[in-house]
């Protein structure tokens, strides 16, 4: 598998997430929002252009 193929196979990851039942609430919601949250943190610090990219809220140096 190459790079492009993976990065395609996370964003499918978090967009699966993204699109499972928004009508949740308490912790079924927290618990759902937090696997979106994992698959789309783990599909843009893979992606060069957005974990990398000075003056993005996900540079390593800019907190």
Not at 1 to 8: A, N, S
Not at 10 to 30: F, N, S
Not at 32 to 61: L, M, V, Y
């Given at each position: 598998?190459?790079?492009?193929?993976?990065?395609?196979e996370?964003?499918?990851?978090?967009?699966?997430?993204?699109?499972?039942?928004?009508?949740?609430?308490?912790?079924?919601?927290?618990a759902?929002?937090?696997?979106?949250?994992?698959?789309?943190?783990?599909?843009?610090?893979?992606?060069?252009?957005?974990?990398?990219?000075?003056?993005?809220?996900?540079?390593?140096?800019?907190?």
């Open positions: 598998m190459d790079i492009l193929d993976r990065l395609i996370l964003q499918t990851e978090a967009d699966a997430e993204r699109a499972k039942p928004t009508r949740l609430d308490g912790a079924e919601h927290a759902q929002w937090q696997c979106w949250f994992t698959a789309a943190e783990a599909s843009q610090t893979a992606s060069p252009s957005t974990s990398r990219k000075p003056g993005s809220a996900r540079h390593p140096d800019d907190g």
